[in-house]
């Protein structure tokens, strides 16, 4: 508590200008003829290259302009600024012009306020930026939905059929998503999306895999289309191919290497020895060959080759570059 309260005007002044300091709040007083009695904290506006940057906006005309509007009226003024680019980019700040008005009602000067407002500004840049990118995602998402669900009744027979089916490529649609969220939107890696869709099949024998090869970084889309891919394949070997006993193994293979126009592409293999006593015409009318060998290229832009020869099934996804990240490492 102040002991003497006389002393309050005069240590009012000095402790203010001291906070405005921290707070990163410029200040100055301008007579009614426009003239510049003082300023505070101006020079953490000077510009790397020694100009005054903002602080020469004080004698810009608009701010001319909005002092003798101030004088002349009485009531205070407020608008945004921008300064010139920098290294850094454009710079904001938001200005006050307020009257300084006497005890006897007279306005005696104006008072400009300048603060900073270029981080929250590219915040919000950046938040607008990725609420753009969720929006155009999620419209992807719900286009694959959309296509899986269309595919999934066109080939099948049932209602129970069709739920079945469906709900177990949402889940694998899921899974992706969840990998791609936690790259904050980056995508995934190879290998991760392919243990992922096949964890709950190979959970009590992860030997059943066997993975080997490159181990590109697939962006979102790529990831979300290898998981569905990987997904179909996984559900079909636990039904009728080499995890179906559970004692049989899946060979997944990846390997990146540069086409004709010397553009690198990703060569994904599935390899799985069938068990003995299928017949290989049952597999294949069972199997869900049209996301594997039409919605998943189709997606990537790249080809797909499903073989189902004497006592196995193999299959081949080739995609080009545009789908992962070249430096990939091989394992």
Not at 183 to 201: C, I, K, L, P
Not at 287 to 315: D, H, K, Q
């Amino acid at each position: 508590m102040l002991e003497n309260l006389d002393e309050l005007p005069t240590r009012i002044g000095p402790a203010l200008l001291h906070a405005s300091r921290n707070a990163g709040v410029a200040v100055a007083y301008h007579d009614l003829t426009n003239r510049a009695v003082w300023t505070q904290n101006f020079e953490r506006y000077v510009q790397p290259d020694g100009s005054s940057g903002i602080a020469s906006s004080l004698a810009s005309a608009r701010m001319k302009e909005a002092r003798t509007r101030v004088a002349s009226t009485g009531q205070a003024e407020g608008f945004e600024i921008t300064s010139s680019a920098d290294e850094t980019g454009v710079r904001w700040f938001d200005v006050w012009i307020d009257p300084d008005i006497s005890n006897s009602g007279h306005t005696e000067g104006l008072v400009t306020t300048i603060v900073e407002t270029t981080e929250q500004k590219r915040r919000d840049q950046t938040l607008k930026a990725l609420l753009r990118e969720v929006s155009h995602r999620s419209r992807n998402l719900l286009a694959i939905a959309q296509s899986i669900a269309t595919q999934t009744g066109r080939y099948t027979d049932t209602i129970e059929g069709f739920l079945s089916r469906f709900r177990g490529r949402l889940q694998a649609l899921a899974t992706s998503q969840d990998l791609v969220t936690s790259s904050n939107w980056r995508g995934a890696g190879f290998r991760e999306t392919v243990t992922s869709q096949m964890a709950r099949y190979t959970q009590r024998k992860p030997s059943a895999l066997k993975i080997s090869g490159a181990d590109p970084y697939l962006t979102p889309n790529a990831a979300l289309h290898v998981a569905l891919a990987i997904h179909e394949l996984t559900v079909n070997s636990v039904s009728h191919g080499a995890l179906k006993g559970g004692n049989g193994e899946v060979e997944v293979s990846a390997d990146i290497a540069l086409d004709q126009s010397d553009e690198p592409q990703l060569t994904m293999v599935w390899c799985e020895k069938l068990p003995p006593g299928n017949s290989e015409g049952e597999i294949r009318r069972r199997f869900g060959s049209v996301t594997l060998e039409r919605a998943v290229p189709a997606a990537l832009n790249g080809t797909a080759r499903l073989n189902i020869g004497p006592g196995e099934v193999c299959y081949q996804l080739i995609v080009p570059g545009s789908n992962f990240e070249s430096s990939a490492t091989v394992l």
